[in-house]
């Protein structure tokens, strides 16, 4: 793909990829106003949408504080939840939503950048270094084992690491659109991430993406996303989309993915919470 077209591609991902779309493993979900309300297993809260107005007009300063009392209020009365993170995206009209959440007790964490580009530039035959092997993960034990790598490199608790987890055998057990996959030297995990294919669009996600310090600049991330790029092509996927820390988003740039985009999580948490 030589002339990208970026508007095109943010539209496309505001039409196709927000919303219902963003929480398929949710084990409720529920409509407040213009929002999506998703509550998951191990206690998380998770709030999208695709923008703040409604038919009655754009949103505005007073109307985004209402609607960030009203999610909290809807969290505080489901006792199961101990977090709940707001999605939002730099490009949104979002009149007053930062200090609304900031405010409310919501604490921003990391911006990241939402690349989208066509899966044939990730889809590459590369060659990984002696000893590093690339596969699919299908036993729980190795989706253990993958879960740990990965908090490990992001820095997470324990409680966080156990909260992921079982948010990931759910799906694993419960779902078929996501797949895991990891990068592997004399058995030991390396790098892993996943796949999530997006029912009824032209996208795939690559998600979670981490590996060990000292087997960065090896291109052993690049061959993972290229095996992942490979698998979205099998099921009919045209495009791949990530959510893309600094240490990802070069690495994605010079595969042609274009940055259409911010997305930045906060994140509040019950006064018994210790974790996300």
């Not at 066509?118 to 299908?138: F, K, W």
Request: glycine share 8%.
């Amino acid at each position: 793909m030589t002339d990208i077209d970026a508007p095109a591609l943010l539209q496309a991902y505001d039409d196709q990829l927000r919303r219902e779309a963003e929480v398929p493993s949710a084990v409720s979900v529920s409509e407040l106003g213009p929002l999506v309300l998703a509550t998951y297993v191990g206690g998380r809260g998770f709030v999208t949408y695709r923008e703040l107005g409604t038919p009655a007009g754009p949103a505005t300063q007073e109307s985004v504080r209402a609607l960030v009392a009203a999610v909290l209020d809807h969290y505080r009365a489901t006792p199961e939840v101990t977090a709940v993170e707001w999605k939002t995206r730099g490009h949104d009209h979002a009149p007053g939503l930062h200090d609304a959440l900031v405010d409310a007790g919501f604490e921003a964490d990391e911006t990241e950048s939402v690349m989208i580009g066509d899966a044939a530039l990730l889809a590459l035959d590369l060659e990984l270094p002696d000893g590093v092997t690339v596969r699919e993960v299908r036993d729980e034990s190795d989706v253990r084992a993958m879960v740990d790598m990965q908090c490990q490199v992001f820095g997470d608790d324990p409680a966080e690491t156990e909260a992921h987890y079982e948010e990931i055998i759910h799906r694993f057990r419960t779902r078929t659109d996501m797949e895991l996959w990891v990068a592997e030297e004399a058995g030991t995990i390396v790098s892993a991430g996943r796949l999530e294919a997006v029912e009824g669009t032209d996208f795939a996600g690559i998600w979670g993406g981490a590996t060990r310090p000292e087997y960065r600049g090896r291109g052993i991330y690049r061959a993972l996303t290229a095996a992942r790029a490979r698998s979205a092509i099998a099921q009919g996927k045209k495009w791949i989309n990530s959510d893309s820390t600094e240490f990802s988003r070069p690495i994605l740039e010079r595969s042609g993915l274009v940055k259409v985009s911010t997305t930045t999580p906060y994140v509040w948490k019950s006064a018994s919470s210790t974790t996300l």
